[in-house]
């Protein structure tokens, strides 16, 4: 059984870089087949699709955030992480990281985390 | 970008009841790759249907997929206890991939 969890600070000041990794348990990431992507959901509101990354490193981001986003992976680590740079209040949301399957969508997911985007 | 708007917002059922959810995309799905994904409070998103029609591992029968093109629609057929949740429609042909705003199943 796939799992997978997301780590990382809690808050972060307005203009920093918000950073979060997920960690891969019970399965490689380096084993193929999947993306490994970021999801996040504004408090009381709807998903959005971030990013994705291949184990190879090829990455695929949603335009409207592709100017303040990385995304990169460790395979060493079964790691992925996201950067999300300049961010506001707007930021401020649940980041979940999913697994983005053979059937090409989201079939597991982090239990998510809260990042909160204040002075 | 395609839009998916999901109705109603809200759906008032009782449990027993059978429940219908729409999901209406701006333009042609790809493929029909839309997906059906259950969220209770607190909690990730659960994968509910793939490919329009198709059920994810584990997912009861009551839950089934259908449409194509625009439209897409996601039923329970009788409703547990458990089910009473918000539900998000995805489309996953087109970067990027976007989801409806979500329609909320309450107990009557």
């Known amino acids: 059984q796939v799992q997978l969890q997301e780590s990382g600070p809690g808050l972060v000041k307005p203009s920093q870089t918000l950073s979060l990794t997920c960690t891969v348990s019970?399965?490689?990431?380096?084993?193929?087949?999947?993306?490994w992507g970021w999801i996040r959901q504004h408090p009381g509101k709807g998903l959005e699709w971030i990013a994705y990354i291949y184990y190879s490193g090829t990455t695929y981001y949603n335009p409207s955030l592709k100017s303040r986003v990385t995304i990169s992976v460790d395979t060493s680590k079964d790691q992925f992480s996201l950067k999300l740079s300049s961010v506001t209040a707007a930021d401020t949301a649940v980041y979940y990281c999913?697994?983005?399957?053979?059937?090409?969508?989201?079939?597991?997911w982090g239990q998510g985390t809260l990042v909160t985007v204040s002075s | 970008e395609i839009v998916l708007t999901q109705s109603p917002g809200t759906l008032s059922l009782s449990p027993g009841e059978r429940a219908t959810l729409s999901c209406r995309a701006s333009?042609?799905?790809?493929?029909?790759?839309l997906a059906w994904y259950q969220q209770k409070p607190g909690r990730a998103p659960r994968l509910l249907i793939y490919?329009?029609?198709s059920r994810a591992t584990g997912i009861p029968d009551r839950f089934s997929g259908s449409g194509s093109g625009t439209d897409f629609t996601l039923t329970i057929s009788r409703l547990e206890p458990e089910d009473f949740a918000v539900y998000y429609c995805q489309q996953y042909g087109n970067s990027p991939e976007t989801f409806g705003q979500g329609t909320k199943v309450e107990i009557k």
């Open positions: 019970g399965g490689s990431i380096s084993s193929g087949g999947y993306h």
């Open positions: 490919g329009a029609s």
């Open positions: 999913a697994r983005r399957g053979s059937d090409y969508v989201f079939d597991y």
């Open positions: 333009q042609s799905v790809s493929s029909s790759y």
